[in-house]
């Protein structure tokens, strides 16, 4: 059973656009919900990050939006740019279970110039 | 520089070989994890660490085996029992140990395996 579910597979959106990735989840038990971007051949990095206590949360560019009660979260890049093309991976930490994380599938975004 | 240093960065290995991935972080982390990355399939955790000697099995540790013998050291091995061991391999380590508050991962830069 996958814990969080992650949407689309990939995207593709024009410079300047807003890209959009979706997070959903059934665990209550999730405290935490993390963004992390991946380049080709590297190790994923933190981007931004939410409690489940805040609605919205904006740093630059991007933006993450939390739906408690839908359980769903979802990340907005607003003005796309070619350096933004990159693995995309939402996941949610666990307070029950050592702490741990559980990650989506991943999004492979790319952006057109 | 702080942070989490993979290698080798590729590493060939032939079938019924066992093979030793070296993780070592100079953040002063307690927690440390090792990740699974296949294409389309996202992270999967193999094995977990929260404080030295002492180490829990995460959701796909068969034919894998690791030790914490020191904080800064999470070694990774990849033995023959592993019947599918080609993928890229991830190293991270968070802060706290479990329940104390957000535990961000930080990563290593990976090591890619290919079996032969």
């Known amino acids: 059973q996958q814990q969080v579910k992650q949407s689309p597979q990939s995207l593709i959106v024009q410079k300047g656009g807003i890209s959009i990735i979706n997070c959903a989840y059934e665990?209550?038990?999730?405290?935490?919900f993390p963004w992390y971007q991946q380049f080709p051949g590297k190790g994923p990095a933190l981007l931004i990050a939410?409690?489940?206590?805040?609605s919205e949360k904006k740093e630059g560019r991007f933006t993450i939006s939390f739906n408690k009660s839908a359980k769903q979260f979802s990340l907005h890049i607003m003005d796309s740019q070619p350096g933004d093309s990159a693995t995309y991976f939402c996941?949610?930490?666990?307070?029950?279970?050592?702490?741990?994380?559980?990650f989506g599938d991943g999004t492979t975004l790319t952006v057109k110039p | 520089d702080g942070g989490i240093t993979q290698s080798p960065k590729y590493l060939f290995r032939k079938e019924g070989q066992n093979v030793t991935l070296s993780c070592e972080q100079n953040?002063?982390?307690?927690?440390m994890y090792w990740y699974r990355q296949d294409p389309g399939q996202g992270l999967r955790l193999i094995y977990y660490?929260?404080?030295?000697?002492?180490?829990q099995k995460g959701d796909i540790a068969e034919g894998y085996s690791v030790s914490r013998e020191k904080k800064e050291s999470f070694p990774l091995t990849v033995t023959s029992a592993q019947k599918n061991p080609t993928a890229f391999y991830l190293c991270?380590?968070?802060?706290?140990?479990?329940?104390?508050?957000?535990?961000?991962?930080?990563f290593g830069a990976g090591s890619r395996l290919t079996v032969l």
């Open positions: 991270a380590s968070s802060i706290g140990r479990a329940g104390s508050g957000a535990n961000v991962l930080t």
């Open positions: 665990n209550t038990a999730f405290d935490y």
């Open positions: 939410i409690r489940p206590d805040v």
């Open positions: 996941a949610a930490r666990d307070r029950t279970n050592a702490g741990k994380s559980t």
């Open positions: 953040l002063n982390h307690d927690a």
């Open positions: 660490s929260q404080i030295v000697n002492d180490f």
